[in-house]
């Protein structure tokens, strides 16, 4: 009896290992995808970012420069003046930065941490499909070793018990 239900045993267990691999599978292949995308999205988000900033540099710096070139050597008003309207620029460009910072990370927030909760729960169900994997290996393992024991058992005994 020890061989038959070792060989149905080993044959279910058999289909279950198939069946967690093929899950598995598939699994990871989406897995790639969403992680590839993430970083793709995160990579582009960074990129935007710096141009912005970028951009942002630039402009000031050409605000600042046009208005340096306004500042008289000889008149201490323009360039108090020029002193008071480059704080001012600055402060305006820093808040400006703050503000499109924030717009970022809204941005992200949208569309970037849908992906990231999708990628999270499909690292889940990958931990999971490993574990239940290992334990139909072990079952399969199990059956296979009953299967042959209970072969052994069935071999007559030829030698007449001498």
């Given amino acids: 009896m020890g061989f038959l239900s070792g060989a149905y045993g080993k044959l279910m267990a058999g289909r279950l290992v198939r069946q967690l691999q093929w899950q598995l599978t598939s699994v990871q ?16 988000l960074q990129r935007q970012e710096r141009y912005y900033n970028m951009y942002n540099n630039n402009v000031f710096n ?39 910072a924030e717009q ?12 990231k909760a999708i990628q999270e729960q499909l690292e889940t169900q990958k931990d999971n499909l490993e574990s239940r994997l290992e334990l139909a290996k072990g079952q399969y393992e199990a059956k296979k070793k009953e299967e042959q024991d209970g072969a052994k058992n069935m071999v007559p005994d030829y030698t007449g018990g001498q």
Avoid: C
């Fill in 62 to 100: 050409q605000l600042r420069g046009g208005m340096m070139a306004g500042v008289s050597q000889n008149d201490p008003n323009s360039y108090n003046t020029y002193l008071w309207s480059s704080q001012s620029l600055q402060q305006q460009m820093l808040y400006q930065q703050q503000m499109m």
């Fill in 29 to 44: 292949s989406r897995l790639n995808r969403v992680t590839k995308q993430v970083g793709d999205m995160e990579e582009s």
């Fill in 104 to 115: 970022f990370d809204m941005i992200r927030d949208a569309q970037l941490e849908p992906l």
